[in-house]
């Protein structure tokens, strides 16, 4: 193929010269030009090579269905694969390069794969790579996985930034085109919010400048260009995306390089045009036989004769040669579709000749081809709708009751008869929304060229290889292999052949590949119908996904109300969910954590610490029902609790399980206060609000999450109460103040409104104290520094940690889904006597009633010195180390200051039957067994003595 | 950062600016009726108001209070660019005077239209720095 930039025309800026490297090569192109058409104005023909026989090929469209010319653009964190020639706008500077091939693109090793074609058919690698099993793993995967795609992603951080934004219109119109642009009109000028998408940088016929001018005026109606349609989700929610600064050398870094749109439209609009049908036929992939759309569009958006010599063949097309005379192009010959067939190409990287099957040969360095259209009916049908096939068109169209649809995309073929079909089916819309609109008149117009519409699916194939989906390499013979070996329904054949499943989706070979299915069954298309539209219409960059989301920006962060108090004395932070929570406090001289954890531990047990318990989900639970409900949601009473007193509570899930644990406070008759673990503070609050607005709506009760209006600190030890009384306006006597109390008064001499619980995590005597987050931070320091000449410390969740398995408190670790409260050994806390709760008829199932089931134990390292961790196996004394021998599992360990070795929380069957027996703790990973025995969960105060002191 | 700056935040076409301290309250009713009343009152779903102002709400008869003055944060996003700012991590397009419980990217927010070019949002004070940071780096 010799293509060239004509003399004139075209609606580049012949003005501009725009440099630009493929392949290492600098060419020049103007603006305006897309890379594609770039190349060709050069005499480029060759772009790319296919996926599986590293075939040569050319440029086929003009437009984002590009099978072939896919490319690597840009350099760095900007290196960007896969990308169609034929949508880059060309920039100063631009580079790219060609894909899939080494160690040139016109010289490529692996283009050996075409000749061992007759054993790479469809489905060979199921065929191929059936056995031996463990050769999978080694040799068959990695060879599939390193053959996988054509270009490669970079591996540098993206530079620039990617914005998600929301919009709302009356009506959105899909495609820029002249039903898009007179429905757009229309709609405007009736005064709708009209939105006006189009994946072109300069969309739509030069005839409609006057239009398109006329909707720029107006403040009602946007029109975007760069922006593709994507998806249509329910409730009429458009996703879209806009390149913004795909089209320049250097982003402004102030705005984003992709913007993804999603579109809240009232009515939308389907104008996406028609997709040109490739024809079937003997080397129909030789850079240089394209679709006669494409010659068509090169000619005249942007100068260029695609050939010197062009033929055209065709069930049609008058129009196309005079249009493409008009435009300066030579068509040499036009082959009838309906009377002759081309059996064969020549030429090696170019094409240089046709072969008829009336055995003539044809000079010819350019074929256009077309074997009709295919309404662009994507967007109409991801949600589930099944296109119609109309023989009257010959294709597939968007069934009624989907989104409506106009113009090309609806079958409506020609200039005149799309304007007037867009116009027509927005004051339709409109009249929908209760606007009157009238049709946008466009004056006199040529009349139409009737469309041909009869389809050819295949030329007689004498000799060579007729291509399908050029991408995948799927030939006619792939489509009859897979029919022949029973894979015949669409769907199957599909994925057999892989037709239609390159980056192009099959927005070429789709609708051919059908039509040889049914020849090939002996059905009509109708019959055999179409594979499924899903989202995305073309493929979207993980930048514009993600959007602002990455890096340090992923989550957000939540930050305690004692997240100053903990930085100022020295704590280090752990991510706990999207919580950072303090860790421990090193002090100087301590060189490893545990040194720090153990400090920590030693002296809450022998005096007093302090810890930020801030981030425990919160929930104020008020109204006259506020009882009832809570005694419905937790498996143990709480509508008995008396005001002023606090209560351990188990949460369980509709099937018996536990789902989460707290404790439940009642501040007055119709008031309690709740708190849930850290992890499960969402979910356990979604849970009620579930419970509240549906299981149970008669029940006058309304809760909030108070999480962030408290800030709360754990102070424990024994001498917790000589500290808190300094500064506590409440008499905090185990008299006055016992065990599960719960007090609303105030602190430093009514300064400050707070609210005490004594209550304990570590097991001893301890305190949580509550007050309005904006006070944390100074009451924290008083705290701190009263507590000094105490001995008081920070304590972190490391420390709070090792302190909880010391008493057997349970977490998440334990409630892990498949526990019950019998499980964990709380059984008798649940409540006998109450009529209903969640949980209640499921737990007493049978299978987790057995005796047999793991349950909660508590592990002693015999070796001082050996570890135990969580997640390590339990296998009985002498047994093999075998999943077979399996017994249960560590759920909580740590090194225990207070005992002195390692100790662990674990589910052991019978567990609870087994106390003294010496187990293996079998940690696989590190291939590591210590001797430990089975005690009692509880390794501190196992009668809960220092509680009440 | 755990607090948000004291200082607003001048872009070329909006402004983010942290309101002063104030009384919030959420209001809860057991039945249909009128909203309660204070100096400021927004809808904050079916039966539920926030109640915001410069002194601590009475509990009245019908509604029960629960306080989250200290739970919250208050910031104004306001100017010509506000609403567009906005749109980049809300989906809700509010008319002047009215509230939604929303979302910005993946934050709770209560967003209420303030003026035609003003909006407030209400934040958890643990996301607030989040927020501020999404509004101002995005």
């Known amino acids: 193929m010799t293509a060239f930039r004509l003399a004139q025309g075209g609606r580049i800026d012949r003005e501009r010269r725009v440099a630009f490297r493929f392949d290492g090569k600098t060419y020049h192109g103007h603006h305006g030009d897309t890379l594609a ?21 050319g440029v086929v469209t003009s437009g984002s269905a590009e099978p072939n010319a896919l490319v690597t653009i840009g350099e760095g964190g900007r290196r960007e694969p ?3 020639a034929t949508v880059v706008e060309l920039y100063e500077g631009l580079t790219a390069e060609s894909q899939n091939r080494w160690p040139s693109l016109a010289f490529d090793v692996g283009a050996v794969n075409g000749l061992l074609s007759p054993f790479l058919a469809a489905g060979f690698y199921y065929k191929t790579f059936m056995g031996p099993a463990h050769l999978w793993e080694r040799l068959y995967e990695p060879l599939i996985r390193r053959a996988a795609g054509l270009g490669r992603a970079g591996t540098q951080a993206d530079p620039d930034a990617y914005e998600k934004v929301w919009t709302h219109c009356d009506l959105l119109i899909v495609g820029a085109g002249p039903a898009g642009l007179a429905a757009a009109l229309t709609a405007a000028r009736a005064g709708a919010d009209t939105l006006l998408v189009d994946e072109n940088f300069a969309p739509g016929d030069a005839a409609l400048d006057a239009a398109r001018a006329e909707l720029a005026s107006l403040p009602n109606a946007r029109l975007l260009t760069r922006t593709t349609a994507l998806a249509w989700y329910d409730d009429m929610v458009f996703a879209a995306l806009e390149r913004v600064q795909k089209h320049v050398a250097t982003p402004d870094p102030a705005a984003p390089v992709e913007r993804l749109w999603r579109i809240q439209a009232k009515r939308a609009l389907l104008c996406a045009g028609a997709e040109e049908r490739p024809l079937v036929f003997s080397g129909n992939d030789r850079p240089g036989v394209m679709l006669a759309q494409a010659g068509l569009d090169y000619a005249r958006r942007f100068g260029v004769a695609v050939g010197r010599r062009v033929g055209l063949f065709s069930n049609a097309g008058a129009g196309v040669v005079q249009a493409l005379k008009q435009s300066g192009v030579e068509v040499a010959a036009v082959i009838d579709a309906r ?3 081309i059996v064969g190409t020549q030429g090696g990287l170019a094409l240089s000749g046709v072969e008829t099957d009336d055995r003539r040969r044809i000079d010819l360095d350019a074929l256009l081809m077309s074997g009709g259209f295919s309404p662009r009916i994507h967007l109409a049908c ?11 068109h010959a294709a597939f169209l968007a069934p009624e009751g989907t989104l409506p649809v106009a113009g090309a995309a609806a079958g409506v073929y020609g200039l005149k008869a799309a304007l007037d079909d867009g116009a027509r089916r927005a004051v339709e819309i409109l009249a929908d929304l209760g606007r009157i609109a009238t049709l946008a008149n466009f004056g006199p117009l040529p009349e139409d060229e009737a469309p041909e519409v009869r389809p050819i699916w295949r030329a007689p194939s004498t000799k060579g290889k007729a291509f399908v989906d050029f991408q995948n390499d799927v030939q006619v013979e792939d489509l009859n292999l897979a029919v022949r070996e029973g894979y015949d329904h669409v769907e199957l054949a599909k994925r057999y052949t892989t037709t239609g499943m390159a980056t192009d989706q099959g927005k070429l070979s789709n609708v051919n590949a059908i039509a040889l299915i049914a020849d090939a069954r002996g059905l009509s298309p109708e019959q055999v119908g179409i594979t499924t539209f899903r989202p995305f219409y073309t493929p979207v960059s993980f930048g514009a996904l993600a959007g602002p989301h990455r890096g340090a920006d992923f989550q957000p962060t939540r930050r305690s109300p004692l997240d100053a108090w903990a930085h100022r004395h020295g704590a280090v932070f752990i991510e706990a969910g999207q919580w950072m929570r303090s860790s421990h406090f090193p002090r100087e001289g301590e060189t490893h954590w545990r040194e720090t954890v153990d400090r920590e531990a030693r002296t809450v047990r022998a005096s007093v610490g302090m810890a930020d318990v801030s981030t425990l ?20 009473p709480m509508a008995s609790l008396k005001v002023g007193r606090a209560r351990y509570g188990l949460m369980l899930r509709e099937d018996g399980f536990l789902f989460d644990d707290g404790t439940i406070s009642r501040f007055a008759q119709d008031r309690y206060f709740v708190t849930t673990t850290t992890g499960a503070a969402v979910q ?23 999480t962030d209006q408290w800030a709360q600190m754990a102070i424990a030890g024994p001498r917790s109460r000589e500290v808190l009384q300094k500064l506590v306006d409440l008499d905090l006597s185990n008299e006055n103040f016992p065990y599960l109390a719960v007090s609303e008064t105030t602190l430093l001499k009514s300064q400050v409104p707070a609210r005490i619980y004594r209550l304990s995590y570590s097991g001893e005597l301890a305190y949580e104290v509550a007050v309005p987050a904006g006070f944390g931070d100074a009451v924290a320091e008083a705290i701190t520094l009263a507590g000094a000449p105490h001995g008081l410390c920070c304590y972190g969740l490391e420390a709070m940690g090792v302190m909880r398995i010391e008493k057997g408190h349970i977490t998440h670790n334990e409630i892990n889904g498949t526990t019950t409260v019998e499980d964990l050994g709380m059984g008798r806390m649940i409540s006998s006597k109450k009529p209903d709760y969640i949980g209640r008829a499921l737990r007493q199932r049978e299978g987790l009633l057995d005796p047999n089931r793991q349950r909660l134990v508590g592990l002693v390292a015999l070796d001082v010195h050996a570890p135990v961790r969580a997640g390590a196996h339990i296998l009985a004394k002498g047994a093999t180390a075998s999943l077979e021998n399996d017994q249960g599992h560590v759920t909580s360990a740590c090194f225990s200051p207070h005992v002195g070795s390692a100790i662990a929380l674990a589910l052991i069957q019978r567990g609870p039957d087994r106390l003294g ?20 969960p509880c390794f501190v105060d196992p009668a809960n003595e220092r509680l009440h002191v | 950062m755990s607090e948000i700056p004291t200082l607003p935040f001048e872009a070329p076409d909006w402004r983010l600016a942290n309101k002063p301290a104030a009384h919030i309250a959420l209001a809860l009713a057991f039945a249909d009726g009128p909203a309660p009343v204070a100096a400021v009152v927004r809808n904050a779903g079916p039966r539920r108001w926030l109640l915001i102002g410069d002194a601590p709400f009475a509990e009245s008869v019908g509604f029960k209070l629960i306080d989250l003055s200290h739970a919250r944060e208050r910031l104004e996003l306001s100017g010509p660019g506000a609403a567009a700012k906005l749109a980049t991590g809300t989906s809700v397009a509010l008319a002047d005077g009215a509230s939604a419980q929303t979302l910005f990217g993946p934050l709770a927010i209560h967003l209420t239209r303030t003026g035609p070019q003003s909006y407030e949002i209400l934040v958890a004070r643990s996301f607030a720095a989040s927020l501020w940071r999404a509004l101002t780096h995005a």
């Not at chain 1, 060709?40 to 790319?48: D, H, K, Q, T």
């Not at chain 1, 991801?382 to 009257?392: T, V």
Request: a positive charge; aromatic letters at 10%; proline letters at 4%.
């Open chain 1, 917 to 936: 027996e010496e187990v293996l703790v079998w940690n696989a990973l590190a291939n590591e067994f210590t001797a430990a025995r089975i005690v009692a």
């Open chain 1, 339 to 341: 009377k002759a067939a």
């Open chain 1, 382 to 392: 991801q949600r589930g709708a099944r296109p119609r096939w109309s023989e009257q």
């Open chain 1, 684 to 706: 356990a609050f979604e849970h009620m609000e579930f419970c509240a607005q549906v299981l149970w709506p008669e029940l006058n009760v309304g809760f909030a999450s108070v």
């Open chain 1, 82 to 84: 896969n990308v169609r």
């Open chain 1, 37 to 57: 058409s770039a190349l060709l104005a050069n005499g480029v023909s060759l772009m790319g090579r296919s996926f599986k026989y590293h075939r040569p090929r």
């Open chain 1, 617 to 636: 989900g919160k929930i104020e639970v008020v109204g006259p029902d506020a009882g009832a409900f809570l005694d419905r949601v937790y498996a143990n």
